[in-house]
């Protein structure tokens, strides 16, 4: 879904694809990316990312390091991983949450500021990958709780200080507020 981020004046696709198969994800990127011009792309394993609003946190949050210049990395689209996966070194970043030669379903940033551009790259990503964009991949389900609370380290002791009964809800807003205190830790 291209959604517009007013605070930077800037547009950001956040969407995904089911059932993906490719061999060496990084021969993968270097192709989307050489064929998408003035926009940054950056892709994750889905299984590891909770709900939409959990990579539109990390775009807003990598726009505001680079427009208060405390960005870590070179791009908006690593500096999103970062904040994605709530870490600060980017080898661990992409251990977390990157798309991996055995990840089966994508999720997808791409951030510029021009929507046709964007229309654009998410064509050639389609086109690479060999279907249309699947946004319920970002939702969460019983089992993508169960392997991102490993993933992102969330205690049962944690997950009931938020909990209302809503386990999906608990998950994203302590991935959230991970990001959060990334953004703090500059």
Avoid at 11 to 22: L, N, P, Q, V
Avoid at 151 to 165: H, N, Q
Wanted: aromatic fraction near 6%; proline fraction near 3%.
């Amino acid at each position: 879904m291209l959604q517009f981020i007013n605070e930077q004046g800037r547009y950001a696709e956040i969407t995904g694809y089911r059932g993906i198969s490719f061999g060496k994800a990084e021969a993968f990127l270097k192709a989307s990316r050489k064929r998408a011009e003035n926009v940054d792309i950056q892709f994750f394993d889905a299984d590891l990312i909770a709900t939409q609003q959990h990579l539109y946190f990390a775009v807003l949050n990598a726009l505001q390091a680079f427009k208060d210049k405390t960005n870590l990395s070179k791009s908006p689209a690593m500096e999103t991983m970062l904040y994605a996966s709530a870490q600060r070194q980017i080898q661990k970043a992409i251990e977390r949450t990157g798309i991996k030669p055995k990840s089966t379903n994508m999720a997808l940033v791409i951030i510029g500021d021009d929507p046709k551009q964007i229309e654009n790259a998410l064509e050639a990503v389609s086109e690479s990958v060999g279907c249309k964009p699947d946004e319920t991949v970002l939702e969460l389900t019983k089992p993508k709780c169960t392997k991102i609370m490993k993933a992102f380290e969330i205690s049962m002791e944690e997950m009931k200080t938020v909990d209302d009964g809503d386990e999906k809800k608990a998950i994203t807003d302590l991935i959230i507020e991970r990001m959060a205190l990334l953004a703090t830790q500059q």
